[in-house]
């Protein structure tokens, strides 16, 4: 189940500008007539200042420059002229600018210089140099670089007078110990190091702390073009997120050389994992978390047996499900090999992160069906192509669920140490997402610079993005003997259980990664940014043995709070389905994400919850069909509205254009399989066949491939959208095969939990028998 998560800055304002196109004098003129324009009236004092004036000023200016530093963004005159500003006006250092443009031989048209027009631009830096917001008065970020001498920028960001006329051959004393001391800060280094080690442009972001050490680590990649947040913003109210993180320059030198180390390990030699006290022994009462235990002992044996041949006599249905597979195989084999997602209508590919992620996210499928040759032939792939040292963002949730869950899923029913050794080094890499104020995680993270933001297009992380990461991260630590996997992922738990904002134990959507508080509260869904929260509570206390009662008291209290705020039954079939609530308003909208919960609640029941969630989950597993069975297609759309009032076309499920599309989703048939598994009715059998074979009718591509659609009401032209998801190899053909196996032992739930996206974990340690 995929959760579907997928900033203008705030800054000092300068003189007003004179407009676009205007442009100041060639030369300095004098009197009232020469001020810079948007100055004040009164004449300006001259620029002068004692030699401890001096030095107190870039004093301030250097620490505001280190300030910048520590918080991992570029340096820019807008720390240095803070202080220039403050003492004498935006006039005085506007003054200051405009003498060492004109007089120090720049001949570049920047930004905000008063000889060219207040026009911006959005390019990132990319080259040495410094970024000049006076003038033009526009914010910082959105500027280009003033190509002028750095001692020269230094000097005027210090509030020093650099003359009336022509440049001087040399600057004063007082000067050039105001530009050493701000050039120090900018470079990091003393003026007897730039001498004789010159520094290379400062192009990246601040690199990750010193604890957070992934394999094969650079001290500098090549820059790529900002990529934009792969899914489409809400209509947010933005603001500009800060920055707080540790000196970057602290520990270089020894992440490198345990990088160094931990590469010659990894291709020399095969780990010794281990795991701590607690993770695979039966529970007793009062047993400790296992975060919380003493020191890891030697690695544990695995719970779940491995599967040595899961398809030896498949039926009917589950070899048309192989053959779906390899059909999508193909097409993505042919047309995308090693690459995101397959593009079966243009036969081409699309990158996100550029990892192979429907490769990597099918991995365990194939195994689970049988395709050994397919499977060796992708593991060689892992083995030989798959390298996370890589100038690229991931979304830590997308990545977690996918990569590193597909890794250890692999792991864990093949038993080959090659894809352990991969998801520790990947694991590694998303630690950085982990650095902020609040412990919430930043929403993406660079895995070869170890840079974390949050999205682009607001400062908050979504509930479900950090909130669904827990058992890839917990079985991570389980497996390496590491406990800054879990503890990290464990500690967002825990914050997110001490919050309020809450209702009935329903979360708003939105957490700030910096105040660790709800964001765009009294709005409430089990749809997209929600629904894997409620999920992961629940297989969080199935995965560790049900012993974290906390877990479990937030899963109940959640569940009471759907049946009183979001539960509704529809006209006019009486169709029970989970609503969304905005600032006390109900909306009958449900997104066919929902449809994870009828699983849910079945998994739930059969661990021991009440047996009324079995009820209710068989009442909504009805309605998922319905969403279904309503549409010409027998595909479900992305959205649908249920009537509470009777409908002349007596259809209880309302569809809107912009919500018809099908992206082959997992979730009504995720539902399927845990409902059959846990009451053997096959009538959820015989309902995934019907999906499979509209799957086969409106979305297989001749060439390999299935596409997802952007009609399922129309059954002559669902209009093909050229994309296949990696988790329709990943979830809904695994789904879909284990539904139609009648062997309860195929991926047992009592020893195994899935992730999010369908990828079995282990459950630690299964209660004895009574």
Same mark, same amino acid.
């Given at each position: 189940?995929?959760?579907?998560?997928?900033?203008?800055?705030?800054?000092?304002?300068?003189?007003?500008?004179?407009?676009?196109?205007?442009?100041?004098?060639?030369?300095?003129? %004098?009197?009232?007539?020469?001020?810079?324009?948007?100055?004040?009236?009164?004449?300006?004092?001259?620029?002068?200042?004692?030699?401890?004036?001096?030095?107190?000023?870039?004093?301030?200016?250097?620490?505001?420059?280190?300030?910048? %530093?520590?918080?991992?963004?570029?340096?820019?005159?807008?720390?240095?002229?803070?202080?220039?500003?403050? !003492?004498?006006?935006?006039?005085?250092?506007?003054?200051?600018?405009?003498?060492?443009?004109?007089?120090?031989?720049?001949?570049?048209?920047? /930004?905000?210089?008063?000889?060219?027009? /207040?026009?911006?631009?959005?390019?990132?830096?990319?080259?040495?140099?410094?970024?000049?917001?006076?003038?033009?008065?526009?914010?910082?970020?959105?500027?280009?670089?003033?190509?002028?001498?750095?001692?020269?920028?230094?000097?005027?960001?210090?509030?020093?007078?650099?003359?009336?006329?022509?440049?001087?051959?040399?600057?004063?004393?007082?000067?050039?110990?105001?530009?050493?001391?701000?050039?120090?800060?900018?470079?990091?280094?003393?003026?007897?190091?730039?001498?004789?080690?010159?520094?290379?442009?400062?192009?990246?972001?601040?690199?990750?702390?010193?604890?957070?050490?992934?394999?094969?680590?650079?001290?500098? #990649?090549?820059?790529?073009?900002?990529?934009?947040?792969?899914?489409?913003?809400? +209509?947010?109210?933005?603001?500009?997120?800060?920055?707080?993180?540790?000196?970057?320059?602290?520990?270089?030198?020894?992440?490198?050389?345990?990088?160094?180390?931990?590469?010659? !390990?990894?291709?020399?030699?095969?780990?010794?994992?281990?795991?701590?006290?607690?993770?695979?022994?039966?529970?007793?009462?009062?047993?400790?978390?296992?975060?919380?235990?003493?020191?890891?002992?030697?690695?544990?044996?695995?719970?779940?047996?491995?599967?040595?041949?899961?398809?030896?006599?498949?039926?009917?249905?589950?070899?048309?499900?192989?053959?779906?597979?390899?059909?999508?195989?193909?097409?993505?084999?042919?047309?995308?090999?090693?690459?995101?997602?397959?593009?079966?209508?243009?036969?081409?590919?699309?990158?996100?992160?550029?990892?192979?992620?429907?490769?990597?996210?099918?991995?365990?499928?194939?195994?689970?069906?049988?395709?050994?040759?397919?499977?060796?032939?992708?593991?060689?792939?892992?083995?030989?192509?798959?390298?996370?040292?890589?100038?690229?963002?991931?979304?830590?949730?997308?990545?977690?669920?996918?990569?590193?869950?597909?890794?250890?899923?692999?792991?864990?029913?093949?038993?080959?140490?090659?894809?352990?050794?991969?998801?520790?080094?990947?694991?590694?890499?998303?630690?950085?997402?982990?650095?902020?104020?609040?412990?919430?995680?930043?929403?993406?993270?660079?895995?070869?610079?170890?840079?974390?933001?949050?999205?682009?297009?607001?400062?908050?992380?979504?509930?479900?993005?950090?909130?669904?990461?827990?058992?890839?991260?917990?079985?991570?630590?389980?497996?390496?003997?590491?406990?800054?996997?879990?503890?990290?992922?464990?500690?967002?738990?825990?914050?997110?259980?001490?919050?309020?904002?809450?209702?009935?134990?329903?979360?708003?959507?939105?957490?700030?990664?910096?105040?660790?508080?709800?964001?765009? @509260?009294?709005?409430?869904?089990?749809?997209?940014?929600?629904?894997?929260?409620?999920?992961?509570?629940?297989?969080?206390?199935?995965?560790?043995?049900?012993?974290?009662?906390?877990? #479990?008291?937030?899963?109940?209290?959640?569940?009471?709070?759907?049946?009183?705020?979001?539960?509704?039954?529809?006209?006019?079939?009486?169709?029970?389905?989970?609503?969304?609530?905005?600032?006390? %308003?109900?909306?009958?909208?449900?997104?066919?994400?929902?449809?994870?919960?009828?699983?849910?609640?079945?998994?739930?029941?059969?661990?021991?919850?009440?047996?009324?969630?079995?009820?209710?989950?068989?009442?909504?597993?009805?309605?998922?069909?319905?969403?279904?069975?309503?549409?010409?297609?027998?595909?479900?759309?992305?959205?649908?509205?249920? +009537?509470?009032?009777?409908?002349?076309?007596?259809?209880?499920?309302?569809?809107?254009?912009?919500?018809?599309?099908?992206?082959?989703?997992?979730?009504?048939?995720?539902?399927?399989?845990?409902?059959?598994?846990?009451?053997?009715?096959?009538?959820? !059998?015989?309902?995934?066949?019907?999906?499979?074979?509209?799957?086969?009718?409106?979305?297989?591509?001749?060439?390999?491939?299935?596409?997802?659609?952007?009609?399922?009401?129309?059954?002559?032209?669902?209009?093909?959208? /050229?994309? @296949?998801?990696?988790?329709?190899?990943?979830?809904?053909?695994?789904?879909?095969?284990?539904?139609?196996?009648? /062997?309860?032992?195929?991926?047992?739930?009592?020893?195994?939990?899935?992730?999010?996206?369908?990828?079995?974990?282990?459950?630690?340690?299964?209660?004895?028998?009574?």
């Amino acid at each position: 189940m995929d959760a579907g998560s997928r900033r203008p800055v705030a800054g000092l304002r300068g003189p007003p500008s004179s407009g676009r196109g205007s442009r100041a004098p060639e030369s300095p003129p %004098r009197g009232d007539a020469g001020r810079f324009p948007g100055a004040h009236a009164e004449p300006r004092p001259r620029l002068r200042a004692s030699g401890r004036a001096v030095r107190r000023r870039a004093r301030a200016s250097a620490e505001a420059v280190r300030s910048r %530093r520590r918080c991992g963004r570029a340096p820019t005159p807008w720390d240095v002229n803070t202080r220039a500003q403050a !003492q004498w006006g935006w006039e005085g250092a506007a003054q200051a600018h405009w003498r060492r443009t004109r007089w120090a031989g720049c001949g570049r048209r920047c /930004d905000g210089c008063p000889q060219v027009s /207040d026009q911006r631009s959005p390019r990132p830096l990319s080259e040495p140099g410094l970024l000049t917001p006076l003038g033009g008065g526009a914010p910082p970020g959105r500027l280009r670089r003033c190509h002028v001498s750095a001692a020269a920028a230094a000097g005027a960001a210090s509030g020093l007078h650099l003359g009336d006329a022509e440049p001087r051959p040399e600057l004063r004393r007082k000067q050039k110990l105001a530009a050493a001391l701000v050039l120090e800060a900018v470079d990091g280094r003393s003026a007897e190091e730039q001498k004789t080690r010159p520094a290379d442009p400062p192009v990246l972001p601040a690199p990750q702390k010193a604890d957070a050490h992934p394999e094969n680590m650079q001290g500098a #990649l090549p820059q790529k073009p900002q990529r934009h947040f792969r899914r489409g913003p809400p +209509n947010l109210h933005l603001r500009a997120p800060g920055k707080d993180s540790e000196d970057p320059r602290q520990g270089d030198t020894k992440r490198r050389d345990e990088a160094v180390g931990d590469a010659h !390990q990894e291709e020399s030699t095969q780990r010794t994992v281990v795991s701590w006290r607690g993770a695979v022994i039966e529970p007793q009462p009062g047993t400790e978390l296992p975060s919380r235990k003493a020191e890891a002992p030697a690695r544990p044996s695995s719970q779940a047996p491995r599967i040595q041949n899961p398809a030896a006599s498949p039926n009917e249905r589950q070899r048309a499900v192989i053959d779906a597979f390899r059909h999508a195989w193909a097409g993505y084999r042919k047309f995308a090999w090693g690459h995101d997602e397959l593009k079966p209508v243009s036969r081409s590919f699309s990158e996100w992160f550029g990892l192979g992620l429907t490769l990597i996210d099918a991995l365990d499928t194939m195994w689970i069906l049988g395709l050994k040759k397919e499977f060796e032939e992708a593991r060689k792939w892992v083995s030989k192509k798959l390298r996370f040292q890589k100038d690229v963002d991931v979304n830590l949730f997308e990545s977690t669920i996918r990569i590193l869950g597909g890794l250890l899923s692999a792991y864990h029913l093949s038993g080959d140490e090659l894809f352990l050794r991969k998801a520790e080094d990947f694991g590694n890499r998303l630690m950085p997402a982990f650095q902020t104020p609040s412990k919430i995680p930043y929403s993406d993270v660079n895995i070869g610079t170890g840079a974390a933001h949050p999205p682009r297009w607001t400062s908050d992380s979504t509930v479900a993005e950090v909130t669904s990461i827990q058992l890839e991260f917990r079985e991570l630590s389980r497996l390496t003997g590491s406990k800054k996997f879990q503890e990290a992922a464990e500690e967002v738990t825990r914050h997110v259980h001490s919050l309020s904002g809450k209702k009935d134990g329903l979360v708003p959507m939105f957490i700030n990664t910096h105040s660790g508080l709800f964001t765009h @509260m009294g709005v409430f869904t089990l749809g997209a940014r929600a629904d894997s929260y409620y999920e992961y509570l629940l297989k969080q206390w199935i995965q560790g043995g049900k012993q974290e009662t906390q877990l #479990l008291e937030d899963y109940l209290e959640a569940i009471e709070g759907i049946r009183r705020h979001l539960l509704r039954r529809s006209e006019p079939r009486k169709l029970t389905f989970v609503g969304e609530l905005a600032h006390g %308003r109900f909306s009958a909208k449900m997104d066919h994400l929902v449809c994870f919960l009828p699983g849910t609640l079945a998994l739930g029941a059969h661990h021991g919850l009440p047996a009324d969630h079995m009820e209710l989950a068989r009442a909504l597993m009805d309605t998922c069909y319905q969403m279904n069975r309503q549409m010409e297609t027998g595909l479900s759309p992305e959205i649908v509205h249920f +009537n509470l009032y009777p409908q002349n076309d007596h259809k209880d499920v309302q569809v809107k254009p912009a919500d018809r599309h099908n992206l082959l989703r997992p979730e009504t048939v995720e539902s399927l399989f845990y409902l059959y598994r846990l009451t053997g009715d096959r009538k959820y !059998q015989d309902w995934g066949w019907e999906i499979l074979q509209s799957f086969n009718t409106y979305t297989r591509v001749p060439s390999g491939g299935y596409s997802s659609i952007s009609n399922v009401q129309d059954p002559l032209n669902p209009q093909p959208r /050229d994309k @296949m998801e990696s988790f329709f190899l990943g979830e809904t053909l695994k789904y879909l095969y284990l539904l139609f196996s009648d /062997d309860p032992d195929l991926l047992s739930l009592d020893t195994y939990v899935f992730n999010t996206e369908a990828h079995p974990l282990p459950i630690w340690a299964p209660p004895r028998e009574v």
